[in-house]
């Protein structure tokens, strides 16, 4: 497809207007769909969450607190609270635990406390494994099958997931599913984003990506606290969470196919058909977007060349695209670590935990609306950068505040969870900027699967917190200064058209070394 092609696509959405009633309808169809993405991947705040437990047939019992010495029975006042008498370390609990019932969780279910603690963090981990997948997998079949039909895909298949695992019969079960669940969660989420900045203009797109979407997924994150409070078990819990997503599959007959998406693999027909949709909605004579087909013959037969299929190699083919994606990783890797990292703390923090997850929810809500007020008055890697320093800053002045300042360092976390969650919203919309249209979502899966991998890390990270309750946030803050800094190389999008074209990426503002490889597509 001929880059005069795409500039007719920009006119047709210039004359479509930035709010349509097509557009509006399209925003809340899409921001609807992401609400699961809010809720499913953190999950583990509450159906991992550790209750209060202690030796079964013994008059002494154990509440451990991450010392693995303690872990035998000890003497506990009546709360279950803090042990009375030392360890002696020398009488383990070999009959079984007894927990609360405040609430039923997999470490009750499965009794995964003392040596088995470490299946915890694994299961989260597992989790975000599947996530990983996804971004590879799904990242090139939505490039090369449409965005449509992978939204729904994923759509459908964290919800049957869902509720096949609420039957796990044990640990090992449940992991796997976990992992199957995390398939489809980037990849929705992302797919979703794709969709909307393919097909609306420059002010819609911003809208859609920080008052909408990301706005959705606090929303989903709110209702998670919701649902747990009323729903103690976690098996009802994550059939709770499973069902919502069944309403969006009719939304199948409403959402199109991008438009953009269409043009690069030569389909003008069908991309043709959706404009003249949008039109017909929005009270446009649809004649005013047409592709004028029979004065240029070649929309009609496309070469081998226009049909052209690309991969992650195209990623780093040219000097332009493999600094973005270099720095990308990393920035993703860095955001993705601390924004999952510091909600998934939400259950580690003092107070109750379900006012402390609402409180994360509102914190996330009101940096993604502070992010949309800013989005256009200051550029794009200057938002993330003092969004990222502002966060890795606020981390390490934790670790100044004494232990026992429990209401300051909470005062602090939040504040560190508003800076990331700046840095996690505006990323997708910067980098779905930065990549062409013909590698957009192959481009957005790679730098997400290095997000993956934070995610990844980041349960074993709050793991260290039952040792150290500071490290956590020592290590979130350091990373999130580097990131930071790094991110000030990238280029701007701010105002600007989006790429279709490989040709046409965005120089860094400064090449490394090892990225300067001479080659001829620049």
Known sequence: MSCEDYQHLDRVVDILGEYGRYQILIMVLLSLTVIPCGYLGVLPIFI?????????????????????????????????????????????????????????TI?????????????????TSMYFMGVLLGSLIFGQLSDRYGRKPVLFLTILLQSVTALIQSASVNWVMFCVLNCMRGLGLVACFTTSCIIGSEMMGKSARLSLNLLGQCVA?????????????????????LVATAIPSFFFLPFWWVIPESPRWLLSRGRVKEAEKVLCRAAKMNRIHPSLIMFKVDNDPPLLQHSSK??????????????????ITCLGCFIWFVSSMVFFGLTLSTGNLKGNIYLNNFISAATE?????????????????????VSLMF?????????????????????????????????????????SELYPTVVRNTGLGVVAT???????????????????KILPFLIFGSLSVIAALLSLLLPDTRNSKLPDLINEAKPSRCCFPCMQASDSKD
């Not at 470490?107 to 299961?123: H, Q, R």
């Not at 890795?392 to 300051?408: F, N, Q, R």
Request: one cysteine or more.
């Open 48 to 104: 991992a969450d550790t209750p209060a437990y202690q030796c079964r047939n013994w008059l002494k019992s154990m509440p451990c607190d991450g010392n693995f010495s303690s872990c035998y029975p000890s003497k506990v006042d009546a709360n279950w609270s803090e042990a009375v008498e030392p360890c002696n370390g020398t009488d383990r609990c070999v009959d079984g635990w007894i927990f609360s019932n405040e609430s039923y």
């Open 107 to 123: 470490v009750s279910e499965w009794e995964l406390v003392c040596e088995n603690a470490w299946k915890v963090p694994i299961s």
């Open 217 to 237: 997924t606090s929303i989903g994150l709110a209702l998670l606290g919701m649902l747990a409070y009323f729903i103690r078990g976690w098996r009802m819990l």
């Open 306 to 323: 226009d049909k052209q299929t690309f991969a992650f190699m195209d990623l780093i083919r040219t000097t332009n695209l493999r600094n």
């Open 365 to 385: 809500t009101g940096a993604y609306i502070f992010t949309w007020l800013l989005i256009n008055r200051v550029s794009r890697p200057t938002l993330i950068f």
């Open 391 to 431: 966060t890795g800053m606020t981390l390490l002045v934790i670790k100044l505040v004494p232990e026992d300042m429990y209401a300051i360092i909470q005062v602090l976390v939040f504040s560190g969870r508003f800076g990331s969650s700046i840095a996690y919203g505006s990323k997708y919309l910067f980098f």
């Open 450 to 468: 290095a997000g993956r991998i934070g995610a990844i890390i980041c349960p074993y990270v709050i793991y260290i917190g039952d040792y150290n």
